[in-house]
């Protein structure tokens, strides 16, 4: 099925499957959002199966006919599906060429090269933020860890002021900067521009990532000080290649998508005339499809090819790049199917009537909402996907600006205090070592500032974008 007819589709069902009140359909948001809840973190089902029994909860508690929430929560899907699994793919199937080629510890070992003393969590922030642009942030951390604990362990390092400002770096980009899954998904909720909402998130990036990453290391460092575990530094990917892509062209390889996407924005701003040969020329080549095939495609050649892969490596690198993204793939379809569910049985324009009611700002109003979701079920990508669902209406009337900044109110909310039910806390803990208690010290308190600053710039650039 092509995306138009998945929008022709969706089109059709997007009149209220329900016509229940307000106070019911309050009732059914947190019966389906408690379902889901109940489901991850008592029965641990997957995020995927919790998704979509409690889409159909939401349904049936908003007394909705039970097929009819079905047809919403698969078309929503399909939507979702169609218009950021590609995208996701090619992102996973990068930085699968980019860890496996070597290009990642290239990077890493350059930067490290050129840098020591006070100057190294600097170096890390910006090791982590550069590696963290075309990967998950499961995968990236465990890239970084053998660095982090290497360098740590070699130079006398508080594992903390090293550690922190890497997986700070890591955190920022998987919730703020497109291609991450979350912000894809809210970005296709609200019909955001990508290339704004990219150039927008990088700046939202920034400040973000320079307080939560170097200064709050320093504190981290006096709060818990521990050294790095031995038993924790694994094996690089490159120690068993006998050479590896060289920097420039790893770094250009990285960073080709995300300089397309910010030049369709910049030429859309500029030129703003659709006929214009130009703009048509970039409104192709800036398309995140085609900006991240072309990335794949040159990383076979400036990433596969100088590390020495034959073409069947490089065909079995992509398949194994694709293996691990299905369980993201099916989490993120069912949240558009949950979103579809949200905004055809009304919840959506409940949203709407609320924030106009209580005058709560559009973005503080989609940060709070995706904080409660991540508290709650502790996955940035559901918080993201759900609280996508449930602001859409908001985006009514905004302008490319405004949506870009609602959908990173969304990515800085769902990133808010991980804790024990939060599978990223646990990968932390055990990577470093550290007890419970220390990972909420260093771990959780770091993802709320990174929540917090990013939120605040959000409603900052509010006010004069």
């Known amino acids: 099925m092509t995306r138009l007819s998945v929008e022709m589709l969706a089109a059709d069902t997007v009149e209220p499957i329900t016509s229940a009140g307000h106070a019911q359909l309050g009732i059914a948001v947190l019966a389906g959002i408690a379902v889901i ?14 998704l979509t029994i409690g889409s159909l909860a939401l349904g049936a ?19 979702t599906v169609a218009g950021v699994g590609v995208l996701i793919a090619l992102g996973a199937i990068l930085g699968k060429m980019l860890a496996d080629s070597g290009g990642a510890d290239q990077i890493v070992d350059t930067i490290l090269a050129r840098a020591g003393g006070r100057s190294m969590p600097w170096a890390m922030v910006l090791i982590a933020s550069v590696i963290g642009l ?59 521009n990508l290339g704004v909402t990219l150039a927008l998130g990088v700046l939202v990036a920034i400040p973000t990532v320079v307080i939560a990453g170097p200064l709050f290391s320093r504190f981290a460092a006096r709060w818990v000080d521990v050294t790095a575990p031995e038993r924790m530094i694994p094996q690089r990917p490159s120690e068993e290649l006998e050479k590896r ?32 040969t130009v703009q048509r020329v970039f409104d192709v080549v800036g398309s995140p499809l085609i900006a991240l095939l072309a990335a794949v495609l040159v990383g076979i050649f400036t990433l596969g090819r100088p590390a020495g892969f034959s073409k069947e490596r490089i065909s079995q690198l992509v398949e194994k790049g694709l293996a691990p993204i299905a369980g993201i793939l099916l989490i993120v379809g069912a949240g558009g199917g949950f979103k579809q569910t949200l905004i055809d049985s009304g919840v959506g324009q409940m949203v709407l009537d609320i924030s106009e009611d209580w005058s709560i700002p559009a973005l503080l109003l989609a940060w709070l909402i995706a904080v409660a979701i991540r508290l709650a079920t502790g996955s940035a990508t559901v918080a993201t996907v759900s609280a996508a669902g449930l602001v859409a209406p908001l985006a009514e009337g905004m302008s490319t600006g405004e949506t870009a900044l609602l959908v990173l109110a969304i990515g800085a909310g769902s990133l808010f205090f991980s804790h024990v039910n939060d599978a990223g806390f646990w990968l932390v803990k055990e990577y470093f070592g550290l007890s419970v208690g220390q990972t909420i010290k260093t771990w959780s308190i770091m993802e709320t500032i990174i929540s917090v600053v990013a939120g605040g710039v959000v409603l900052l650039l509010s006010l004069i974008i």
Do not use: C, W
């Not at 809840?37 to 919790?50: D, E, N, S």
């Not at 770094?251 to 214009?276: F, G, Q, R, S, Y």
């Open 37 to 50: 809840v109940l489901l991850i973190t008592r029965f641990k089902l997957h995020a995927f199966l919790a």
């Open 134 to 192: 075309p990967l998950f942030f499961e995968v990236g951390v465990v890239l970084l860890i053998p660095v982090v604990l290497m360098v740590a362990r070699r130079g006398n390092y508080s594992l903390m002021r090293i550690g922190i400002p890497a997986l700070a770096g890591l955190s920022v980009m998987h919730g703020l900067v497109p291609p991450h899954p979350g912000p894809l998904v809210a970005i296709d909720a609200v019909q955001a």
């Open 245 to 276: 892509p060289g920097f420039g062209a790893t770094l250009a390889t990285i960073l080709l998508p995300v300089v397309l996407m910010l030049a369709k924005a910049l030429v859309d701003i500029v030129v703003d005339d659709p006929e214009n």
């Open 61 to 79: 508690f908003a007394g909705a006919p039970l097929d009819k929430a079905i047809t919403s929560f698969t078309t929503g899907l399909g939507s």
